[in-house]
């Protein structure tokens, strides 16, 4: 059946390219290779927001309630936690050499 349908659609992009009052197409040979597809689930809700002048997509699908997209990251709260964690891991190391 996608077949019919691709070779109908490849037969009036000759036709167009081609030109002319009449054109008689004697001949034509199409073959399909790395024919794919997807299925999409619905329904799926798209929304998006600015933040700090930047607008982001996300997407969620109704079945599942996965959801996709990009968000924001804060650049502040990411150093802090890294020096939460260095700080953490020097209070230990000051224990440890003190205590042993």
Known sequence: ???KEAEKIAQNWI???IGGDTQRISDMD???SEETF???LLPVYISSYNF????YNFFVNGQTGAIYG???????KIFLAILA????IVLITLVA???G
Do not use: E
């Open 52 to 55: 700090n002048g930047t607008k």
């Open 38 to 40: 997807k299925h999409i």
């Open 15 to 17: 036709r167009r390219d």
């Open 1 to 3: 059946m996608a077949n």
């Open 30 to 32: 199409m073959r399909l």
């Open 97 to 99: 050499q003190y205590s």
């Open 85 to 88: 964690v260095i700080i953490i």
């Open 70 to 76: 990009k968000r924001p990251y804060s650049f502040w």
